[in-house]
């Protein structure tokens, strides 16, 4: 029996939606949206995206981010996405913003950061990284549409104080809008 | 066999850390961070507290929050909670905080809200649900270390523009006390 077969959807008593249960053993696999982390890394007034190498779009322009692990506080695991995908050691200085993507059950949560330390290269998951002034910027070829929602919202506080955290724009309140071309 | 004795620590080819896997059918069940969302209600000067009716913390006041389901933006999360545990129709005015509790493998993303319509009254989850004076506050009766950040965060900016997000505060920066008597 595969997992796909024997996990099936049943609302558990005394819950009011329901849940994904092991038909055989009775365990409730909860979901739960996943957070995401990033930052927009701001050098010298120019913006630092990493080329995909990975799916989902493959070769398309990034901020680094990905899911926050179990042990981690927000800000560590936006220094560890950077090191990871752009062989950068940033500072996370405040949140920038703070995204739904209800589509796919995703919080983001974007930071404002800055270099620690002069640098930055591809990482495995990359296959270029760049630092972009902003007529520079690839809008054709963004990744995601939170990734734009970041640049614009950094576009406007590049350095200073921190705004309060940006949330989803009106365009796209609840972060259901497919992507472009999929 | 029981779900605890089927699943296994294992580290999935191509990943960096070990992963809870059935050793029967290969099924990775990916654990990650959960979502709190939930909101310090300014009432008038004062903020709403709810007494919780269950376990963990049960007899301590706490604000309303619980964890975000799959299909939600944060800010309707926050709306849920308010109305589920204090009764109140809330309008989240921004975030207030993002708080990381390593220790137990939580994000929590607090608004500022104020009431869309007058009244509250316990739900279903609390004893009791009250608007306190920030002098009357039950300091030694607070559920939980995030409450109480976030209550001092909303003291400093009540009213007016949103600061920007407080992170945890230096005194648990990685969010790992325990919790007192605990």
Same mark, same amino acid.
């Given at each position: 029996m595969s997992p796909t077969d024997r996990f099936v959807r049943r609302r558990p008593e005394g819950d009011d939606r329901e849940r994904l249960t092991c038909a055989e053993c009775g365990f409730i696999a909860y979901e739960?949206?996943?957070?995401?982390v990033g930052s927009v890394v701001g050098i010298e007034g120019k913006v630092l995206l990493c080329r995909r190498a990975i799916e989902p779009r493959r070769g398309f322009w990034t901020i680094p981010a990905?899911?926050?692990e179990m042990?981690?506080?927000? &800000?560590e695991g936006a220094v560890r996405e950077a090191?990871?995908?752009? +062989? @950068? *050691?940033?500072l996370p200085? /405040?949140?920038?913003?703070?995204? &739904?993507?209800?589509?796919?059950?995703?919080?983001?949560?974007?930071? +404002? @950061? *800055?270099?620690?330390?002069? /640098?930055?290269?591809?990482?495995?998951e990359s296959l270029d990284v760049r630092a972009f002034a902003w007529e520079e910027i690839p809008w054709d070829e963004i990744a995601f549409p939170t990734v734009r929602?970041?640049?614009h919202a950094w576009r406007e506080h590049p350095a200073g104080p921190l705004p309060p955290a940006y949330l989803n724009p009106i365009e796209d309140m609840r972060g259901v809008a497919p992507l472009p071309g999929g």
């Amino acid at each position: 029996m595969s997992p796909t077969d024997r996990f099936v959807r049943r609302r558990p008593e005394g819950d009011d939606r329901e849940r994904l249960t092991c038909a055989e053993c009775g365990f409730i696999a909860y979901e739960n949206p996943k957070v995401v982390v990033g930052s927009v890394v701001g050098i010298e007034g120019k913006v630092l995206l990493c080329r995909r190498a990975i799916e989902p779009r493959r070769g398309f322009w990034t901020i680094p981010a990905g899911y926050l692990e179990m042990d981690e506080t927000v &800000s560590e695991g936006a220094v560890r996405e950077a090191w990871e995908e752009a +062989r @950068a *050691r940033i500072l996370p200085e /405040g949140v920038l913003a703070v995204y &739904s993507v209800a589509r796919l059950g995703q919080v983001q949560v974007i930071f +404002r @950061a *800055r270099l620690a330390e002069p /640098g930055f290269s591809p990482g495995p998951e990359s296959l270029d990284v760049r630092a972009f002034a902003w007529e520079e910027i690839p809008w054709d070829e963004i990744a995601f549409p939170t990734v734009r929602w970041a640049l614009h919202a950094w576009r406007e506080h590049p350095a200073g104080p921190l705004p309060p955290a940006y949330l989803n724009p009106i365009e796209d309140m609840r972060g259901v809008a497919p992507l472009p071309g999929g």
